[in-house]
């Protein structure tokens, strides 16, 4: 046996029996395709931070025309479902329920105070269990009082003065709408749960069952073990993300600024790192408990956590930073983000993609040499 | 008495096969505590150190002092001064900077002459959240800049006219750690634990010993019994050491009571321990009962309210999450350890979960026997 090449015959033999398997087996057609569609369904609609229709509990002591005049500003934002509350003990009581996110009370008096120009004060209480949720009304909060604040000025109802006055511009994403950026992330997510998970398992599960040793006594050579388990699965992972990309862009309205190409072929790269992570933790547990929990542990939830998706990672501690950089998910959150919302930005692009090649040659290359090692000692 | 022994022996079987081998000992101790640290430290919301660069076309005292606050605050931190548009909008493009202040050229004009001076802020809509956050830091700067601008002569009206005054309750300073590692328990703990469930049934399926176990003198409870206690010990004891670990590590305060704690916990790591014996139930082999462990975790996780806010889901998707188990639970230890709840007030968590238990577990065990490979 002089050939050190891969054989035709014997590779499509081998894919035969792969694809064969993941056919008969509902569960792995269930989690490539029927996942990636059912996943980006709910977490489109599930996924937003962007809080709307917030309940308040009004508390409006005052009744004076400006008093009410405010009260009513909160009626009309969007962000905003004002609950009349009688007294300030009540909407306290009801903050406490978790009944309502905040109290607004405009206190006796304020009329006044604001018609004789002093200062008028306006009392926030805040249900700060869940933080950012209450920053951000927060935000709101102070920005229909100086919306208000700027409408009598304009009204020349109160006295001109000089200050500072901010105007944002969010870039990519004009509206601020939170799914915008989520989807993309998602598709990271999604597709690290088809190549990682799914392949952590397949050469464990060879092992567990002792098929492996069969195989080995085969002439089959490692490139084509290698290659047989990954073909088949970045087939699914590449439609599971097809699929996906399709769902995001037509029924959540992700704009897609970049080229489509530049997509499929860095998902390409991204799907080939981590199908190398799955492979490399399957050919070294030989376990499928084991593979399945270190799967998780170094593929899922680095993925949601390490990622960027969601969380900044440069309000991370430094340590933190460094361990990201291991996670080939960080790079393609990068890619995808920039990809959808700002468009072809080659100075953010190529460094991503270039580690994401460096990954996927060294964990496949890892796999490669273990799997090399054939039967290990007793 | 000779049920109790029986299903002792099998505990006894159950507990040695996840302890006998020693990758699956490291797997269900090491990975629930790297995680904890690591995710702890990782899932903030709050901002530090935005990386931000100065395009000033102004070069008056006024916008230099307005941008000295900016370098004087622990939210931000300078990267470098613009000179032109072009370069605001690649230093952005690139992800130098997250976002760019802008002063117009007629900024000091303008405050001179008494009107409102024009800051631009140019902001990577990448990450709207962290957009958001930083645009409220932003403002917070420029009220407090407004405030001490010294009031125009002869006028007496103080800037800004209305003042709020703000106060949140149960977290004062809003710190998002504590409303993330306060539920960090819940989370990690139901991974384990729908791991090992989902593979004690599944695993005996794939070598054919189930068949054997359920000739044997057990009765369906009985095996129930003895596949859900350790994954229940195993749940129970991570979920409790990393309660232990938010308040003594993250100073997370713990403000309800104890009673409150263990009963949220033991209900809410039987109602898991019940979906994975379900699924494990439901699988003939180890893959599919894994792979259905994945499918639930993702979107319970994700649905959860665990980092996105239950509260901005459209309607039917909020009805449909009060099946998961996982949204009580982070609602239950957020009410515990923020709000100061007992077990009363966190009776409305307790019996959806104590529902989906009752559901989940004689379900599992019907499937015992009437699913056969």
Not at chain 2, 14 to 19: K, R, S
Not at chain 2, 121 to 133: C, E, K, M, P, Q
């Amino acid at each position: 046996m002089g050939d050190r090449g891969i054989s035709r015959m014997r590779l499509s033999g081998f894919l035969r029996k792969e694809v064969r398997q993941i056919l008969r087996d509902p569960s792995s057609i269930l989690l490539g395709i029927v996942m990636p569609v059912v996943l980006l369904f709910l977490f489109g609609y599930g996924v937003s931070l962007d809080p709307q229709a917030v309940p308040v509990a009004l508390v409006v002591e005052d009744r004076g025309p400006p008093a009410r005049d405010l009260a009513a500003r909160f009626a009309l934002s969007r962000y905003f479902t004002p609950v009349p509350a009688p007294t300030m003990a009540q909407a306290e009581a009801w903050v406490r329920k978790g009944r309502i996110d905040g109290v607004v009370r405009i206190r006796w008096g304020f009329s006044a105070e604001v018609l004789a120009e002093r200062r008028a004060t306006v009392q926030l209480v805040l249900n700060g269990v869940d933080a950012n949720r209450a920053r951000l009304i927060q935000n709101y909060v102070r920005g229909v009082v100086a919306t208000w604040e700027e409408m009598r000025r304009v009204q020349g109802r109160e006295s001109p003065r000089a200050r500072v006055a901010v105007d944002h511009r969010i870039w990519f994403n004009d509206a601020g709408d939170s799914r915008h950026f989520l989807v993309p992330g998602l598709l990271t997510l999604i597709m690290t749960l088809i190549g990682t998970l799914l392949t952590a398992l397949v050469i464990a599960r060879e092992w567990e069952r002792g098929t492996m040793e069969a195989i080995l006594a085969t002439p089959l050579r490692t490139d084509e073990l290698l290659l047989g388990k990954v073909i088949p699965y970045f087939g699914l992972g590449m439609t599971g993300m097809a699929l996906s990309v399709v769902l995001g862009v037509t029924l959540f309205d992700v704009p897609l600024r970049g080229s489509l190409l530049l997509l499929v072929a860095l998902s390409a790269l991204f799907l080939l790192a981590a199908l190398g992570l799955g492979l490399m933790i399957s050919a070294f547990t030989r376990v499928q408990f084991v593979a399945a929990q270190i799967s998780v542990v170094a593929g899922f939830l680095p993925a949601f956590f390490l990622s960027g998706l969601l969380f900044d990672l440069q309000s991370t501690p430094p340590f933190i930073r460094a361990v990201s950089h291991l996670v080939p998910a960080r790079y393609f959150v990068t890619i995808s983000q920039t990809l959808f919302l700002a468009g072809n930005v080659w100075d953010v692009l190529l460094p991503s993609a270039g580690t994401l090649a460096v990954m996927a040659v060294v964990f496949l290359g890892l796999a490669r040499r273990r799997l090399a090692k054939r039967v290990p000692p007793p | 008495m000779k049920a109790l022994r029986r299903i002792l022996t099998l505990v006894v079987k159950e507990f040695v096969v996840v302890m006998r081998d020693p990758k699956s000992r490291f797997v269900v101790i090491a990975p629930p505590i790297i995680q904890f640290f690591v995710f702890g430290y990782a899932a903030t919301f709050d901002l530090t150190d935005v990386r931000y660069a100065v395009l000033d076309a102004s070069r008056t005292p006024a916008s230099r002092s307005l941008l000295a606050r900016f370098e004087g605050s622990p939210h931000f931190q300078q990267v470098g001064e613009l000179r032109s548009e072009a370069e605001a909008r690649r230093a952005i493009d690139r992800q130098e900077v997250r976002l760019v202040l802008h002063v117009p050229s007629d900024f000091g004009e303008d405050l001179l002459a008494g009107r409102p001076g024009r800051l631009q802020v140019l902001l990577d809509g990448r990450n709207s959240n962290v957009a958001a956050i930083a645009m409220g830091y932003v403002d917070g700067i420029v009220q407090a800049y407004n405030a001490a601008l010294p009031p125009p002569p002869g006028e007496g009206l103080p800037y800004p006219a209305i003042q709020l005054a703000e106060r949140a309750w149960f977290n004062e300073n809003l710190e998002s750690r504590w409303t993330i590692v306060s539920s960090l328990g819940g989370i990690i703990s139901m991974v384990v634990v729908v791991i090992l469930a989902s593979l004690s049934v599944a695993r005996e399926r794939e070598f054919g010993t189930f068949d054997q176990l359920l000739v044997s003198p057990f009765r369906p409870w009985e095996i129930l019994i003895g596949k859900s206690l350790p994954s229940l010990a195993f749940g129970l004891l991570d979920a409790l050491l990393l309660s232990a670990g938010a308040v003594l590590w993250f100073g997370v305060p713990f403000r309800g009571s104890i009673p409150a704690l263990l009963a949220a916990l033991s209900a809410f790591v039987i109602a898991i321990v019940g979906i994975g014996l379900f699924i494990s139930a439901i699988s003939t082999t180890l893959q599919q009962a894994l792979l259905g462990a994945f499918i639930f975790v993702m979107p319970a996780v994700i649905l959860s309210g665990f980092t996105t806010p239950i509260q901005n889901m459209p309607e039917w998707l909020q009805t449909l999450t009060l099946a998961n188990p996982m949204r009580h639970v982070i609602s239950a230890l957020r009410q515990i350890f923020l709000v100061g709840a007992d077990t009363a007030a966190v009776w409305p968590q307790l019996w959806p979960l104590v529902v989906i238990a009752g559901l989940t577990l004689p379900g599992a065990a019907w499937m015992f026997r009437h699913r056969t490979t």
